[in-house]
């Protein structure tokens, strides 16, 4: 995937975000994640990408 591919998905991905209701945008994002992981067919990755994820945001891991 190059950057402008990436720079298409962004776009997608915000203007459906700015269409949901604000109180939708987390079930959306959480059923986006659960579809993407299950095209991904592989459990080790996703789990990768969402500790990935949750560090690029500064969240400390869980106790």
């Known amino acids: ?3 402008s591919d990436l720079e298409t998905l962004y776009e ?3 203007t459906t975000l700015g269409e949901l209701e604000p109180a ?4 959306y994002l959480a059923k ?3 579809a993407l992981c299950d ?3 592989d459990v ?5 990408a969402i500790e990935e994820c ?4 500064g969240v ?3 106790a």
Request: hydrophobic share 35%.
């Open 12 to 14: 997608k991905l915000a």
């Open 44 to 48: 080790t990755p996703c789990l990768e």
């Open 24 to 27: 939708d945008c987390e079930l």
């Open 1 to 3: 995937m190059n950057q």
């Open 32 to 34: 986006l994640a659960l």
């Open 54 to 57: 949750r560090r690029g945001l």
């Open 39 to 41: 095209t991904i067919g």
């Open 60 to 62: 400390p891991e869980p």
